[in-house]
Nanobody, 122 residues
Framework: QVQLVESGGGLVQAGGSLRLSCAAS????????MGWFRQAPGKEREFVAT????????YRADSVKGRFTISRDNAKNTVYLQMNLLKLEDTAVYYC???????????????WGQGTQVTVSS
């Protein structure tokens, strides 16, 4: 069974930091991109960041550049999202996904986790 499990979400004050983890299992992801997406209440799901298992190539949404960093540990089959200088508008459910094709296009991702809630307070 292919499984993506997110963890690390929670409540944090604006300006603070939080680190999300995504553990992937069930298949060989060597040729896949691993991505983070988020969805705030009443809004469409949006792309946050992505990284390739091999090579570590990354891409980030303009809204999080300079604040969020995506990384991976291939030995642990785990992808991370380090979030710094958090803003109120970062509040959302964050989803981990795996796919092939266009890294920033969510239609390219066919495996998804259940999501983890991130709430930023003032």
């Amino acid at each position: 069974q292919v499984q993506l499990v997110e963890s690390g979400g929670g409540l944090v004050q604006a300006g603070g930091s939080l680190r999300l983890s995504c553990a992937a299992s069930g298949r060989n992801f060597s040729n896949f991109f691993m991505g983070w997406f988020r969805q705030a209440p009443g809004k469409e799901r949006e792309f946050v960041a992505t990284i390739s298992w091999s090579g570590g190539r990354t891409y980030r949404a303009d809204s999080v550049k300079g604040r969020f960093t995506i990384s991976r540990d291939n030995a642990k089959n785990t992808v991370y999202l380090q979030m710094n200088l958090l803003k109120l508008e970062d509040t959302a459910v964050y989803y981990c996904a795996a796919g092939r094709g266009s890294p920033s296009w969510q239609a390219s991702y066919n495996y998804w986790g259940q999501g983890t809630q991130v709430t930023v307070s003032s």
